[in-house]
């Protein structure tokens, strides 16, 4: 980081440019310049890392004026539809809406944006909105890492609202969490939790509840879910934000309700940024991804570095023949490394 | 560890023993080295940390001859009772056996051997058998090392059966299992799992479930509940130790059925040793603790280096202002420790 790296290129992509070039670009809300940053972002390769990194850096007087939104749900909640929807109703308003996908195990799964972007077809034809798929590709620090700093390079790029979708697997819920300032859960109403695979500990992130396809024969169904969904949010200690998680349903098809689920996001926006916490919590989760990002580094490089890895093998063949405690073994091998480097 | 500490005496304790002296006493079977040598292993200090390394790798090569049995259920199960009952018959049948705790939490819990000891008093007056609570401080991954290195110097020392109670709080189970060789899940009769607490990972991980406390009107109770957990581990899929968790129930009260339980061990014992899953499961244990541990240490060590930690607080107040994004701060600050070092 400390030599400058202005007179690098991203060589990938033609026309080549500098930072201060994307920088621009990317300020006027240029999606080219956009796209081409996140690609950078998500990129292994030090050299685009380097170059991503100083352009966040100088985006980043030009970020934080957006709301972000998480959405979550198990497959069939109907996610895509909903964010659909719900962007179109945006884009109505005036809004300029970004959609990222977190998905750290994007391989495995069928219901992602990636997959779906036939159904997002109105809304990636829209010049006021920008969908990114989740990384391909990753560990959960890196996809983490990459949707973080895309959700500011959007901010940069004037995009006031950002959605954040993840799917139903707990671990990218948790992390996307620590990234928005709203927690948005899809449910269904007829299936239990249980069926739905939703854990308490999700229920308990929500700052809303929504209830989809709630319409036609599901419309009472979907009402009597709200009823339960507010008794057991009601159970739940009261959050740091002083915000009582809503309720509501809503139906894509009909169109019914979306603007209703605008209308709480908004409320809860102007609540907490009254009483402070909107800022207070972008502060921790700063802190919170620092502190996760130094000991994933501290332990990637050491996994990285060749002639630890060589005494690691050695010693655990020790271990294994049971010469060796494993603890006495982990101490030998990281005080020898740290030595080293 | 390369410059031999041989020469460096216990100090705390009177009189003190080279690590060779306190290797043979060891060995002898005294509890007083033994007991002192626990206590250095679960020190935080560099140099008792050292001494309690050389003579847990002295003591390896007599290491591996116990049964490792883990033990959990909720509080009111009745741990301490079975472990007293349990213990008592072992000795009956010329058994050497130790107990040790494990509870990363134990400030806050009432539950643990530490303030059973009483209600375990035959026990612990039987020269036979070892009693060793929980440490009462260090983060899990310390209260792990000091468990494990524990249970290999009590085999050192000639006990022949290690019980390791765990409370039941999740975390301390799964690190328990990572320990033992057969996982021991005490239930009460008549109440559901969830009233237990008791959460289906849990259930996955035993070898055995005993309903305890089987005896008058609950006896009947007790072999219905039998008949639940048969079924309910039956769901479960096959595991690489091609064991079939058992189900059985006791009365420590009565002393009913104690027998039952060694006899299930036994069994596992006997089939696992045949099949090599025993001695197969100890390898994979060794190189899962060696892992955990370096990661452990990594990250402790930095947040121990002085340099590296007003680094950070000047790095921190930096992305607590957003002028650096906390991914881009924590790449700095890795990188300037690893040089540093």
Redesign the interface.
């Known amino acids: 980081?400390s030599k400058s790296i202005n007179t690098k290129y991203i060589k990938k992509s033609k026309p080549s440019f500098s930072v201060d070039e994307t920088v621009e670009k990317l300020l006027e809300g240029n999606i080219d310049a956009l796209s081409r940053t996140i690609t950078l972002v998500e990129s292994t390769k030090q050299e685009d890392?380097d170059f991503s990194?100083e352009v966040?850096?100088k985006c980043?007087?030009n970020?934080?004026n957006s709301i972000r939104i998480g959405i979550t749900g198990v497959p069939g909640v109907g996610k895509s539809t909903f964010i659909e929807s719900f962007g179109n109703y945006l884009i109505t308003i005036g809004k300029k809406v970004a959609v990222l996908a977190i998905d750290p195990s994007s391989q495995k799964t069928g219901g992602s944006i990636l997959g779906d972007k036939t159904r997002m077809e109105t809304l990636v034809q829209n010049p006021n909105v920008y969908v990114r798929p989740s990384p391909s590709r990753g560990s959960l620090g890196g996809v983490a890492?990459a949707t973080?700093?895309s959700i500011?390079l959007c901010e940069a790029a004037g995009f006031d609202v950002i959605l954040v979708e993840t799917v139903g697997v707990g671990q990218s819920e948790i992390s996307v969490r620590g990234m928005v300032d709203f927690f948005l859960l899809l449910m269904l109403s007829g299936a239990g939790d249980e069926l739905q695979g939703i854990k308490r500990g999700i229920m308990e992130m929500a700052d809303a509840v929504v209830i989809t396809k709630a319409d036609g024969d599901n419309l009472k169904l979907a009402k009597n879910a709200m009823l339960e969904y507010k008794n057991a949010l009601h159970l739940f200690p009261a959050s740091e934000s002083e915000w009582i998680p809503q309720v509501a349903h809503c139906s894509a098809y009909e169109n019914l309700n979306i603007d209703k689920v605008w209308e709480i996001i908004q409320s809860y926006e102007n609540k907490t940024k009254l009483n402070g916490f909107l800022e207070k919590n972008r502060?921790s989760q700063?802190?919170?991804?620092?502190n996760e990002?130094?000991?994933?580094?501290?332990?990637a490089?050491?996994y990285q570095d060749k002639e630890a890895q060589n005494d690691?093998l050695q010693?655990?063949e020790k271990?294994?023949k049971?010469?060796?405690?494993?603890?006495?073994?982990?101490?030998?091998?990281?005080?020898k490394y740290?030595?080293n480097?």
């Open positions: 980081m890392q990194n966040v850096t980043l007087p970020t934080g890492k973080r700093e500011l502060i700063a802190q919170f991804w620092l990002r130094i000991n994933e580094l501290l332990i490089k050491f690691k010693l655990e271990v294994k049971g010469i060796i405690s494993p603890f006495n073994a982990a101490e030998q091998l990281v005080n740290l030595k480097e």
